[in-house]
T-cell receptor
Framework: GPKVLQIPSHQIIDMGQMVTLNCDPV?????FYWYKQILGQQMEFLVN????????KSKLFKDQFSVERPDGSYFTLKIQPTALEDSAVYFC???????????????FGSGTRLTVL | GDSVTQKQGQVTLSEDDFLFINCTYS??????LLWYVQYLGQGPQLLLK?????NKGISRGFEATYDKGTTSFHLQKASVQESDSAVYFC?????????????FGKGTSLTVIP
């Protein structure tokens, strides 16, 4: 089936540093998402992105977070500066454009495990 | 607002046991209901979805019925196998807000003992 790729699978950084998580969504998808999952807990929505813009973001999407997808390259989540509580697995997801029954399925990557020391 | 509730955090069964995972939802619209499964070390993947009330979704021996009356979408399987051990998430998607919103439950961790 369709694949979402996330690079890297693991990232360890020191608190206060910047980190960029990369996502290669399914090729014909136009809606992109980031979710955060702390070990053993629920997946929590961070942000969705369409047509170059953030459409919706949650309270977890702090000012230190930003997303972009310049010209069809990776969809990225940047955290600057990082904090200890940012340690989690971050899942990227994508779906077909808004509208119609085709848009009702999210395809997830395998996640990037971020450890902030 | 929309929400999904899964009360069972962990379920432990033996092979060939019957599986029942509870899921209820709250919404003011007519959402699509989905079950995702997450195997260890992987991202969640779609197990099944149902778009119309009173319909049933079936996949790989799992089934769930969209019950609008009780606002439930429980997941069932007649006979589980060790390979079914995973975390199962109930989800709701609402296309009526103008953009897509997926709401996930907290997940139920299933362990099947051989």
């Amino acid at each position: 089936g369709p694949k979402v790729l996330q690079i890297p699978s693991h990232q360890i950084i020191d608190m206060g540093q910047m980190v960029t998580l990369n996502c290669d969504p399914v090729s014909n998808h136009l809606y992109f998402y980031w979710y955060k999952q702390i070990l053993g807990q629920q997946m929590e929505f961070l942000v969705n992105f369409y047509n170059g813009k953030v459409m919706e973001k949650s309270k977890l999407f702090k000012d230190q977070f930003s997303v972009e997808r310049p010209d069809g390259s990776y969809f990225t989540l940047k955290i600057q500066p990082t904090a200890l509580e940012d340690s989690a697995v971050y899942f990227c997801a994508s779906s077909l454009a808004l509208g119609g029954r085709r848009a009702e399925t999210l395809y997830f990557g395998s996640g990037t495990r971020l450890t902030v020391l | 607002g929309d929400s999904v509730t899964q009360k069972q955090g962990q379920v432990t069964l033996s092979e060939d046991d019957f599986l029942f995972i509870n899921c209820t939802y709250s919404t003011t619209t007519y959402p699509t209901l989905l079950w995702y499964v997450q195997y260890l070390g992987q991202g969640p993947q779609l197990l099944l979805k149902v778009t119309t009330a009173n319909n049933k979704g079936i996949s790989r021996g799992f089934e769930a019925t969209y019950d609008k009356g009780t606002t439930s979408f429980h997941l069932q399987k007649a006979s589980v196998q060790e390979s079914d051990s995973a975390v199962y998430f109930c989800a709701l998607v609402d296309l009526n807000t103008g953009y897509q919103n997926f709401y996930f439950g907290k997940g139920t961790s299933l362990t099947v003992i051989p």
